[in-house]
């Protein structure tokens, strides 16, 4: 299976842009659906964006269509999330994670398996 990890985090200002990445080590990275979630201090963790092994399907959660998006690059075993206009209350901690899925885009947190130990994401007002 493989292992993730994820960068790009940082200290922006509102309206401003971050990409971030998870890097996948381990083999058959181009069989696994990604996705993208997040946890703000006190909150659930919550999905964020989702895209199928080849890159063909994204599913993103309703709050954050046409501000973030999805992509992947099977040659380099990495899913990007591109994060534009930010908000304060986009602060959170991201994280990706690895479903052994040759179909489906899911969007729960139980239907993944492997996580990363998620990066940082701090927007200031």
């Known amino acids: 299976q493989v292992q993730l990890v994820e960068s790009g985090g940082g200290l922006v200002q509102a309206g401003g842009s971050l990409r971030l990445s998870c890097v996948a080590s381990?083999?058959?990275?181009?069989?696994?659906?990604m996705g993208w979630f997040r946890q703000a201090p006190g909150k659930e963790r919550e999905f964020v964006a989702t895209?199928?092994?080849?890159?063909?399907?994204?599913f993103y959660a309703d709050s954050m269509k046409g501000q973030f998006t999805v992509s992947r690059d099977n040659a380099k075993n990495t899913v990007y999330l591109q994060m534009m206009n930010l908000k304060p209350e986009d602060t959170a901690v991201y994280y990706c994670?690895?479903?052994?899925?040759?179909?489906?885009?899911?969007?729960?947190?139980?239907?993944?398996?492997?996580w990363g130990q998620g990066t940082q994401v701090t927007v200031s007002s």
């Open positions: 381990g083999r058959f990275f181009s069989n696994y659906a």
């Open positions: 994670a690895a479903r052994w899925d040759l179909g489906s885009v899911p969007v729960l947190r139980n239907e993944y398996d492997i």
């Open positions: 895209i199928n092994w080849s890159g063909g399907r994204t």
